[in-house]
């Protein structure tokens, strides 16, 4: 599994991610701006946390205070959109949220809390509380009830990109998660589920990538198959 993080703080999420990922039965590839990203080595990517989105990727100025990384979100940038072309799955975790939905044309609010009267919060504890909706895969993966989350974020979505759905709100209604209502995998969550390995339903999202990173790599296997065999006639 490829796994994107930042240049600050990718030293201790990068370890938080690969323990998830094992536990899931997975292996993990650091990727940061200074790797070389080769698809062809995974079955399935995580976008990590850690840095703001450039406005300027969806079309609107800084407005707000931001820690930015133009290389990290040109790398991003191209890796997301290439995984949805290959049917690579995706988890995006809170920036990956983010930056799920401003591939896909959506837009972000730069200042979330400004919007929202939602309580800030600036702990890997779980301190917010998220509804699920019915209807969404996220919901088929970790159950409806509703799940206490950590929250570390100051951006959200705002306008949602193409072939997404909202899979999550808090009480306020704050977007806390999305999803793709077509192939491939793609789910995207505000929160940290990396620092919440000891929640099932947190480990569970790590376990629906590495299924779908399993079945998309059985397809890929059975894909070279008969292409070699063709090759061979």
Known sequence: MGVTVSRHSGW?????????????????????????????R?????IGGGDDIAPSLYGTEIVARVTLDPARDRMEQSLIAQALAQNLP????CRGAQMLNVVLGGTLHQNA???????????ILPRRNVS????????RIAGTDPMRVNALHSQAVNRLGRDLRIAATDEAGMVQAVERTAEPFAIGVQWHPEHLFYARRQRRL??????????YGAGRDQRDGVATDLAAQ
Request: charged residues 25%; proline residues 1%.
């Open 12 to 40: 201790r999420i990068f370890p938080l991610i690969w323990l998830n990922l094992a536990l899931a039965g997975a292996r993990a590839l650091r990727w940061d701006t200074a790797e070389e990203i080769d698809l062809d």
């Open 42 to 46: 995974v079955d399935g990517i995580v």
């Open 90 to 93: 995706i988890l995006g975790i």
């Open 113 to 123: 809390f400004g919007v929202y009267g939602s309580r800030k919060y600036s702990t």
């Open 132 to 139: 699920i909706r019915r209807d969404s895969h996220l919901a």
């Open 206 to 215: 790590f376990r629906a990538l590495t299924l779908a990173a399993r079945a």
